[in-house]
């Protein structure tokens, strides 16, 4: 019993890391139909700006600047890259791989494979019983939850977020009432590359972070977006913590050695029974 | 009187089709041109590059200044097109297709008034504001989809076959829509519609478009009776 709280609380946290990761993939590819496969290199870009600007100017200046970076690498990435391979599957397929490659290369020759740690989160908490769990992921939990609220919030009353949304269900209906969708376009990356930060921080505040922190994620967020139906918010959030939740028990309860395998094997049975995913409404069009 | 709305020798081409082959027209302010002819004739083409959806040759004047190249600086300057099939914003609430619209006047308009108004003319759509506009019957997203482009502060409406897939009495109040807010917003409208009936209940005049050049400029009152064009059958096979 005891060891169920922790269990599940572990998972929540991870299942809000996957949030953020997926939240980016479905958001990107909703605007753009670009699936950027160096998504989570924007998590590995966040956590090491956040590791060496927290090492020389402190946590609190960091937690901004590594926003910023990341934010900033996806808007660069976008303008001079990804911008012109919209509408061609093929080329932003490349484009994304090839990325994901040089940068992966690019974080083991500047930061070498050595793990790093960045500002911890000291101290532990008791939960029931013998169950202790440390604050960091506490912390984290509680970032994560609150970050994916302002964003589903954003994304319904402020004019980028409605324009996401609407560039993302129609992109011909949005052109025609004026919205510009590849400037719509940047604003995507833009959240996404926050948001995969926000995650590299999280990350770096509980574990020692590695150059291939970020692939590790990019592939449940992978899963998480595309179980919850590519596009869908509130799918990307609850397949997301029915995964972390998932890999915890699994973890706990079934076999440790299978954490990684747990996902895919749930994107299988509900790809089979939805095929277009958890929170798809794009076919229902009534005539 | 010189034209709102003139269009000189505008053509379409995609790739080594030509869509639409030096077309001229004007429309006075204020009134509804309707340009009908089979499908196929470029009348959708003709709509589009009007309000820079698709590129073209030749001049789109409004009030004699050139329409911007874009689509998004053409709706700037109060071009609109409301797409063929509606095109709604299925997964949007109705009230969020209706700010959509407003996109690109938010802050030079007062556009939460204008949706008031379009609220109090549809009574239907405002009592279902916060219904996602997929779960809409065909005839609600065809008022939606106007309204959506009404948002935008037209002067000049360009109206891809609002008819097409609709119940009889769907129609009637898409007509009845039509005309009030022509009179209220005193617009420009551009009709494609391949539907003459319906066409000739909006529009004084209609140019016949086949395969992309105006056969013929007529009055649309003679294309109420025995319709030119056969406007069933393609309506029919879309839905």
């Known amino acids: 019993m005891d060891a169920l709280v922790t269990t599940i609380l572990l998972g929540i946290m991870q299942g809000g890391l996957y949030t953020l990761v997926g939240l980016g993939v479905t958001l990107t590819f909703g605007v753009t139909h670009i699936l950027n496969f160096a998504h989570g290199e924007f998590i590995t870009v966040g956590a090491y700006a956040f590791v060496l600007f927290a090492g020389a100017l402190g946590a609190g200046l960091a937690l901004p600047l590594a926003l910023l970076v990341a934010g900033g690498v996806a808007a660069i990435l976008y303008v001079v890259g990804f911008r012109r391979t919209i509408g061609n599957h093929l080329q932003g397929l490349a484009f994304s791989l090839g990325l994901l490659l040089f940068a992966e290369a690019f974080f083991v020759r500047t930061f070498t494979a050595t793990p790093r740690s960045g500002p911890r989160i000291e101290g532990t908490v008791s939960l029931i019983g013998e169950e202790q769990l440390p604050v960091g992921r506490l912390v984290v939990i509680g970032v994560t939850i609150v970050v994916v609220v302002v964003t589903a919030f954003a994304m319904r009353r402020t004019w980028i977020g409605l324009a996401l949304r609407a560039c993302g269900d129609d992109e011909f209906a949005a052109s025609t009432v004026g919205l510009p969708a590849r400037r719509v376009g940047l604003y995507a990356f833009v959240v996404a590359g926050a948001l995969a930060a926000v995650a590299g921080i999280c990350i770096a505040l509980v574990v020692p972070i590695t150059p291939a922190t970020g692939l590790s994620f990019l592939l449940k967020g992978f899963v998480v977006a595309i179980i919850g139906g590519l596009g869908s918010i509130e799918g990307t959030f609850v397949a997301a913590m029915m995964l972390g939740l998932l890999e915890a028990l699994g973890t706990r309860y079934v076999e440790a050695g299978l954490t990684n395998a747990y996902g895919f094997v749930l994107m299988i049975v509900i790809l089979l029974v939805a095929p277009a995913g958890l929170f798809n409404r794009r076919q229902v069009r009534a005539g | ?239």
């Open chain 2, 1 to 239: 009187m010189t034209a709102q709305l003139e269009v000189r020798d505008l053509a379409v081409r995609y790739g080594q089709a030509l869509a639409v082959r030096g077309v001229s027209f004007g429309i006075e302010r204020g009134e509804t041109l309707a340009v009908v002819g089979a499908n196929g004739g470029g009348k959708s083409s003709l709509g589009k590059a009007v309000a820079r959806l698709v590129g073209s040759t030749g001049d789109v004047l409004l009030d004699g200044t050139p329409v911007p190249r874009t689509a998004v600086a053409a709706v700037g300057a109060g071009v609109v097109y409301v797409p063929e099939g509606r095109m709604v914003f299925t997964q949007l609430s109705v009230a969020d297709n209706l700010r959509a619209g407003a996109f690109s006047v938010r802050r030079k308009h007062d556009w939460e008034a204008r949706r008031a108004t379009l609220y109090e003319r549809l009574p239907r759509l405002a009592e279902r504001a916060s219904v996602r506009a997929g779960l809409l019957s065909g005839g609600e997203q065809q008022l939606l989809a106007i309204g959506r482009a009404l948002m935008a502060f037209p002067s000049v409406l360009v109206l891809d076959e609002p008819s097409l897939g609709l119940s009889p009495s769907a129609v009637v109040t898409v007509t009845d829509f039509l005309r009030e807010i022509q009179q209220e917003y005193d617009m420009t409208v551009l009709l494609l519609e391949q539907n003459a009936a319906f066409a000739a209940k909006l529009a004084r005049r209609a140019l016949v478009l086949e395969l992309g050049v105006v056969r013929e400029v007529v009055d649309a009152a003679t294309l109420a009776e025995p319709a030119p064009v056969p406007a069933d059958a393609e309506s029919a096979e879309r839905q």
